[in-house]
């Protein structure tokens, strides 16, 4: 595996690959790698002949007060998890090779629509603008065919979607199922954060979201009724729910005509901010 930290190293590394015509398929990451993160990278070996991971833990998807000067760093443990997994190309850059212009830089992409509205956009006031930044110069950089993404950050896989379609990029954007704990907790670099007791409820996350999914299966169709239920039933296992909501399968508000659903949680265990989703379905009518 090529550790490279450079856009000059990026570039040398990857042009064998390039001028064979091979697919680069790359993944991007902050960092910190679980085996959550080892199932981007199957995937991403299934899909192409070079597989590039990034990491790099991007200030400009943080908000005041969020968590980005503890976000763990842990390259040296994750270059050794990545050696053993088929991986090409390490790319650990710094902010100054991804913004070389200065930080902030003065070009960034700047999400709109319904999709930029809803869920975790009004909590995180720029947060997406920041990853479809940073992602938008990864995709110039290592100008990958395929990019693998992780299903449990389900609304940024769909505005990354949207900025691909939008972009007219050629880059196929794949989604990966979410890996959870044997007790179902959705894997996560920011479930170390929590306690020992609050890793204890942390679970009722998920259970939350299955007893909203059974709802739905049982014909419920009273959406904001149900949603604030599940919210309830969070509050009383002890989290501060930002949202719990219920969508159609591409985030679209549902109608009694929808089959398939997916249904999303924000909320905080503690200080520590836990993110998760189910999709369901189809029901029947």
Not at 85 to 94: H, Q
Not at 137 to 142: A, E, P, Q, S, T
Not at 239 to 265: E, N
Request: aromatic share 8%; net charge neutral.
């Amino acid at each position: 595996m090529h550790l490279v930290r450079t856009v000059s190293e990026l570039h040398a590394t990857l042009q064998p690959w390039r001028a064979a015509r091979e697919a680069i398929a790359l993944v991007p990451t902050m960092g910190n790698l679980h085996a959550g993160h080892l199932c981007l990278m199957e995937t991403a070996r299934a899909v192409g002949e070079c597989v590039v991971v990034s990491v790099f833990v991007n200030p400009l998807q943080f908000g005041p007060g969020e968590d980005f000067e503890k976000y763990p760093r842990t390259l040296a443990a994750d270059r050794v998890l990545l050696e053993k997994t088929g991986v090409n190309v390490l790319f650990a850059p710094t902010v100054q090779d991804l913004y070389p212009g200065g930080y902030p830089p003065a070009t960034a992409v700047s999400v709109h629509g319904p999709l930029a509205e809803i869920l975790c956009a009004p909590f995180r006031p720029g947060h997406f603008d920041g990853v479809a930044t940073v992602v938008n110069i990864l995709f110039n950089l290592v100008t990958p065919a395929v990019a693998v993404f992780g299903e449990k950050d389900y609304q940024q896989l769909a505005i990354i979607r949207q900025m691909v379609a939008d972009f007219g990029s050629s880059v196929r954007v794949v989604g990966v199922p979410t890996l959870r704990e044997p007790d179902g907790l959705a894997m996560s670099s920011r479930n170390q954060y929590l306690s020992a007791e609050e890793r204890r409820r942390a679970p009722r996350l998920i259970e939350t979201l299955n007893w909203a999914g059974e709802q739905l299966n049982a014909g419920r169709r009273d959406f904001a009724v149900l949603a604030e239920e599940a919210c309830v039933r969070l509050t009383g296992a002890g989290f501060k729910p930002q949202y719990l909501d219920i969508r159609a399968r591409d985030l679209a508000p549902p109608t009694t005509g929808t089959r398939m659903f997916v249904v999303l949680a924000a909320a905080y265990l503690g200080r520590t901010r836990l993110i998760d989703n189910l999709s369901i379905g189809p029901v029947l009518p």
